[in-house]
C-alpha cells in the first residue's frame, strides 16, 4: 500500500500494459489525494508499423480502465502527446504534483525512461516493483549469470514447488511432470473446432477503431471483436475454461488451415496488458482438473505455459539484459523477403500463417516457432529484421516476450541461453502436423528440384553448412545425424537448390 502525507499532491502514472484490477499503486488510496495519468504517446505508436487491431485494444483498453477508475471517484488525467515525456511535462505543468508513482515497466527502454524521470521533471518520483510477473515474488535462479543455460523444465518445477500448483506435497499430482508425449497429436479431419467469442466494439473503441486507421500500419481495424474491459477478458477467460481447455493439451502443436485458434486460449493480448493474471488463471485450470471439467494432460499443458514458459521468458529477458537484442549466434543477414509484409509466397503454411499474422496479429504457438521461427532460421534472415516483424505484427508483442522468444528461442541468436537446441525441422514436421502440405503446390516428400518444399532443401542446406558447429556441441549433435542418410551426389543436389532459392529470394529482398 502507498501512503501519503494529506496535504501532499501525487500523480500515479499508470502505462497502458499495465491495466490491473487491483494495481498495486490504488490498493488502499485515498481517491481524493491522487490524480492518474495515462498517456497515448504518438511516438511510441509509430516507432513500428504496428497492427492496427493492437493499438485498438491497447488504447480501447487504456480508455476503458481510465473510464472505471473515473466511475469509481479517482481523478484521472488522460492525454494524448507527442511523446511521454512530453505529456508528463503537460502534465507536471497543469496539475503542479508533488511527487509521481509509478509501477517498473515490463521492459529495459521503459525502467531506463522512468529511472530518469525525476530528473526530467524536476519531482521525485517513486518506481515501484512490478506486479505482473510470479517470478519478481519468486526467483528460483537468482544472480544466475546469462551465458550460464538454464533449462525451462527445471524453471518450471521450482515454480510449481513454489507456487503449489498441481502438487501433491512435493510432488507433482499423478507422479508426473510433463505430458509433452500426450500433447502432440495432429488435428483429426472433421473434428469441431469451437468459435472464439466476439465482443461487438463500443462508441469507445469505435472511436479508436476509425482513429488507428488513420495511423501507419498493418491491418485493418475493420473486424476488431477482442475484450478491452476485465469483465469482457473474463468472459474470454470462462469461454476458453468451458469449450477449449479439455483438448488445449492433446492438440496444442497440430495446425490447420481451417482456423487459426484451435483449441489455444488467445489470452495472451490480455495477460499482457493486465486485463488478466497468471496466477488467477492457474488457479482456475487447477480448479477445472479437480473438478474433473479437463484432464490433467490439458491442464498441465497450460499451466505450464503460463507459469512455465510466460515466467521463464520475463526471466531470461531480464537476466540477458539489452545485450541480447544485438546477438547474432548463426551470422545471419539475410533481410526479410518482401512475401513477409503481404502473404504472396507459394509456400501454403506460410501463406496462410503470415495472412494471419498480418491481418488479425494472432497466429498459435507452433506456428510462430515452426512456421516462421523455422523459415527465419534455415533462410538465416537477419534476428533484429525477424524480431521487428513480430512486434510490429502480433497482438500480444512486447519487447520482454518478444525478444526471447524470437532472439531466443526462435532463432537461437543467443547461442542457446533461452533453449538448448536451434527449433529446425524439414517440411516432414510440416506435413506431420497440419493439413497445409495438401493444398501447396510444392512436394513436402522431395528434397530438391523444382517442386521440393523449400523447408527441405534449406533444412539440409542449413545442417551441411553448419555441419562442424552443430557437431562440436553435444546438445546440437543430433540434428546433424540424418545427414550420413545423404550421398555426396544428394548433398550437392540439396546445396544448388539452395543456392538458386536465395539467388531469386535475394534479387527480391527488401531491407
Ligand atoms: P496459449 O497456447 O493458449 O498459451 C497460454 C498462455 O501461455 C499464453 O496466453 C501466453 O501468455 C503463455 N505462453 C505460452 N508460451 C509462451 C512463451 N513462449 N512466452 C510467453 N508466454 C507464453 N507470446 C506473447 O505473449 N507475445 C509475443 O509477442 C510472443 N511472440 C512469440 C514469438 C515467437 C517466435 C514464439 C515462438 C512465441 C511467441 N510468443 C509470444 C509465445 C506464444 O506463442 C504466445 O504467447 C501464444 O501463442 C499466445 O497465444 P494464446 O494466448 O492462444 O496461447
Ligand atoms: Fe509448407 Fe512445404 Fe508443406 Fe508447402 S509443402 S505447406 S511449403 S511445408
Same mark, same amino acid.
Given at each position: ?10 500523480? #500515479? ?29 504518438? &511516438?511510441?505508436?509509430?516507432? *513500428?508499423? /504496428? ?7 491497447? #488504447? ?12 469509481? !471517484? ?46 526530467? *521533471? ?16 519468486? =526467483?528460483?535462479? $537468482? ?10 523444465? /527445471? ?14 506435497? @512435493? ?11 500426450? =500433447? ?7 473434428? $469441431? ?7 461487438? $466494439?463500443?462508441? %469507445? ?31 474470454? +477467460? ?31 493480448? /490480455? ?21 474433473? @471439467? ?11 505455459? %503460463? *507459469? ?29 523477403? $518482401?512475401?513477409?509484409?503481404? !502473404?504472396?509466397?507459394?509456400?501454403? +503454411? ?17 506456428? @510462430? ?6 523459415? &527465419? ?12 516483424? #513480430? ?45 497445409? +502440405?495438401? !493444398? ?18 534449406? /533444412? ?23 545427414? @550420413? ?15 538458386? #532459392? ?10
Amino acid at each position: 500500500m502507498v501512503r501519503m502525507m494529506a496535504e501532499t499532491k501525487t500523480t #500515479f502514472w499508470i502505462l497502458g500494459n499495465q491495466l490491473l484490477a487491483n494495481h498495486p499503486l490504488l490498493e488502499g488510496v485515498d481517491k481524493t489525494a491522487v490524480t492518474i495519468l495515462f498517456i497515448e504517446s504518438a &511516438a511510441r505508436v509509430q516507432k *513500428l508499423p /504496428y497492427q492496427r487491431k493492437k493499438l485498438v485494444l491497447l #488504447f480501447s483498453a487504456m480508455r476503458h480502465y481510465a473510464q472505471e477508475l473515473q466511475a469509481q !471517484g479517482f481523478q484521472v488525467d488522460y492525454r494524448a502527446a507527442p511523446t511521454f515525456l512530453a505529456g508528463l511535462r503537460a502534465h507536471v505543468a497543469a496539475y503542479q504534483p508533488d511527487e509521481l508513482l509509478t509501477m517498473a515497466a515490463a521492459d529495459w527502454s521503459g525502467r531506463a525512461f522512468q529511472q530518469g524521470l525525476a530528473a526530467q *521533471l524536476g519531482l521525485p518520483v517513486t518506481i515501484t516493483p512490478d506486479r505482473q510477473f510470479l517470478v519478481a515474488q519468486f =526467483n528460483p535462479y $537468482p544472480d544466475t549469470p546469462p551465458e550460464k543455460p538454464i533449462v525451462m523444465e /527445471y524453471f518450471y518445477r521450482e515454480m510449481r514447488r513454489h507456487f503449489n500448483v498441481l502438487m501433491d506435497d @512435493r510432488q507433482p499430482v499423478s507422479g508426473q511432470w510433463n505430458y509433452d508425449k500426450e =500433447n502432440r497429436k495432429p488435428l483429426p479431419a472433421g473434428l $469441431p473446432l469451437p468459435a472464439v467469442p466476439v465482443f461487438a $466494439p463500443d462508441a %469507445i473503441t469505435q472511436a479508436v477503431m476509425a482513429e488507428a486507421a488513420a495511423l501507419p500500419g498493418i491491418g485493418a481495424p475493420h473486424g476488431f471483436s477482442l475484450a478491452v474491459t476485465r469483465a469482457q477478458a473474463q468472459a474470454a +477467460c470462462a469461454d476458453f475454461f468451458a469449450h477449449r481447455l479439455a483438448d488445449f493439451g492433446a492438440y496444442e502443436d497440430a495446425m490447420t488451415v481451417r482456423h487459426a485458434t484451435l483449441f489455444h486460449s488467445l489470452l495472451s493480448p /490480455y495477460l499482457n496488458i493486465g486485463l488478466l493474471e497468471p496466477l488467477e488463471l492457474i488457479r482456475a485450470a487447477e480448479q477445472a482438473y479437480h473438478d474433473g @471439467r479437463a484432464p490433467l494432460n490439458s491442464v498441465e499443458g497450460f499451466v505450464r505455459q %503460463i *507459469l512455465g514458459w510466460r515466467e521463464y521468458i520475463y526471466w531470461q529477458y531480464w537476466r540477458q539484459g539489452p545485450a541480447l537484442l544485438a546477438l547474432n549466434e548463426w551470422g545471419a543477414e539475410r533481410p526479410l523477403p $518482401p512475401f513477409f509484409w503481404s !502473404g504472396a509466397t507459394e509456400m501454403n +503454411c506460410l501463406r496462410h500463417v503470415i495472412h494471419r499474422a498480418l491481418e488479425d496479429g494472432y497466429t498459435h504457438h507452433i506456428e @510462430r516457432l515452426m512456421v516462421v521461427g523455422n523459415f &527465419a532460421m534455415l533462410a538465416g534472415l537477419k534476428p533484429t529484421a525477424v524480431n521487428d516483424w #513480430f512486434l510490429a505484427c502480433y497482438l500480444d508483442a512486447y519487447e520482454w516476450v518478444m525478444a526471447p522468444n524470437v532472439l531466443g528461442m526462435a532463432l537461437n541468436a543467443d547461442g542457446g541461453r533461452t533453449a538448448t537446441k536451434p527449433y529446425i525441422a524439414s517440411a516432414n514436421y510440416i506435413h506431420k502436423m497440419s493439413n497445409y +502440405c495438401a !493444398g501447396c503446390r510444392f512436394s513436402h516428400k522431395q528434397r530438391h528440384g523444382d517442386d521440393a518444399c523449400p523447408f527441405n532443401f534449406l /533444412y539440409w542446406n542449413f545442417l551441411i553448412r553448419h555441419e562442424a558447429k552443430l557437431r562440436a556441441n553435444s546438445r546440437l549433435g543430433q540434428n546433424v545425424l540424418g545427414l @550420413r542418410h545423404l550421398d555426396e551426389a544428394e548433398r550437392t543436389a540439396v546445396t544448388r537448390r539452395a543456392q538458386q #532459392f536465395f539467388a531469386a529470394f535475394d534479387s527480391e529482398a527488401v531491407g
